[in-house]
């Protein structure tokens, strides 16, 4: 079955350190998204990837990295310098334009410790 | 700017009870606007997708309307269950004038049923 797999499903983080949430898609998507959901907000763009090797900085980017090295796969890395990095995080994919909607994946919890 | 608001922010109900929602939006130039039903700590899942020239799409017990004149939606869910417990997230897209659909996402209603 195609799908959209994000692992881990939960994640700790120390101050200071930088973690890497890793989305896999075997829907053949040209697009991937990555979302950051809080409570009682929409979700929030991060970073977006149209092609392999492109990738563009959404709404809230700071504090965050990507990179696009397979069309399947697109990890993101949160990194020291993001204050506030408690959330629930979603990994999408889409055709390249996405006229057709995404495809979400089951998220990855993460929490500052 | 591009914005979509639901209310209620939250409900509950019981068991059996029908059930309608709201998502208000302004987003220009309109595409079209989907329901989403998120269950707790899970991504998003597809309810119902409606265009501009649709005013009714129904998946099972969840019936959406669309008034694309009032730039109005709603989701309407009958004879409620436990498993219709969840958020259920309303999504406005924007057609481009050239690269990605923009995607807008309300906040959310949270929905309790109760036994």
């Known amino acids: 079955d195609g799908g959209i797999t994000q692992s881990p499903k939960y994640l700790f983080r120390k101050e200071g350190q930088n973690v890497t949430l890793s989305c896999e898609q075997n829907?053949?998507?040209?697009?991937m998204y990555w979302y950051r959901q809080d409570p009682g907000q929409g979700l929030r763009l991060i970073y977006y990837?149209?092609?392999?090797?492109?990738?563009q900085k959404g709404d809230i980017a700071e504090g965050y990295s990507v990179s696009r090295e397979k069309k399947e796969s697109f990890p993101l890395t949160v990194t020291s310098a993001q204050k506030n990095p408690t959330a629930f995080y979603l990994c999408?994919?889409?055709?390249?334009?996405?006229?057709?909607?995404?495809?979400f994946g089951s998220g990855t919890r993460l929490t500052v410790v | 700017k591009n914005q979509v608001e639901q209310s209620p922010q939250s409900l509950i109900i019981l068991e059996g009870k029908n059930c309608t929602l709201q998502?208000?939006?302004?987003?220009?130039?309109?595409?079209?606007l989907r329901w989403y039903k998120q269950d707790t700590g899970r991504g998003p899942v597809s309810l119902t997708i409606?265009?501009?020239?649709?005013n009714t799409k129904s998946n099972g017990r969840y019936t959406a309307t669309l008034d694309a004149d009032t730039k109005q939606s709603s989701l309407h869910i009958t004879a409620s269950q436990l498993s219709d417990s969840a958020s259920y997230i309303c999504?406005?897209?924007?057609?481009?004038?050239?690269?990605?659909?923009?995607?807008?996402f309300g906040t959310g209603t949270r929905l309790k049923v109760l036994a």
């Open positions: 409606m265009t501009f020239s649709e």
């Open positions: 999504v406005v897209s924007a057609t481009p004038v050239s690269g990605t659909y923009k995607y807008i």
């Open positions: 999408a994919s889409s055709t390249q334009r996405g006229a057709r909607g995404y495809t």
């Open positions: 829907l053949n998507h040209d697009a």
């Open positions: 990837s149209q092609i392999v090797n492109d990738f």
């Open positions: 998502c208000n939006y302004t987003v220009s130039p309109f595409s079209n």
